[in-house]
C-alpha cells in the first residue's frame, strides 16, 4: 500500500473516529433529556471509547507514514 494511501486511510480514521463521538454525545443528550441518565452515560461512554481508539489508531498511522506530500 503506497504512502498517499495509508495518509489516506489515516484521515478518513480520524474522521471516523470523531463522527462516533459526536454521534455518541449527541444520543446521549437525547436520551439525558428523556431522563434516562444511566442509559445516556453508558452510550457516551461507548462513543467517546471506540471513537477515541478509531481516532487514535488514526493518528498513529498518520505519524507512522509521515506527511502528506
Partial sequence: M????LWKL???LEALGLVI???GVMWSVTLGFGD???ESMGIEF???AVGGLLFAIG???ERAVG???
Avoid: E, I, T
Wanted: hydrophobic letters at 50%; charged letters at 20%; aromatic letters at 4%.
Fill in 2 to 5: 503506497s504512502r498517499s494511501a
Fill in 10 to 12: 489515516a484521515k478518513a
Fill in 21 to 23: 463521538v459526536l454521534v
Fill in 36 to 38: 434516562r441518565g444511566l
Fill in 46 to 48: 461507548q462513543g467517546l
Fill in 59 to 61: 493518528w498513529v498511522l
Fill in 67 to 69: 506527511s502528506r506530500g
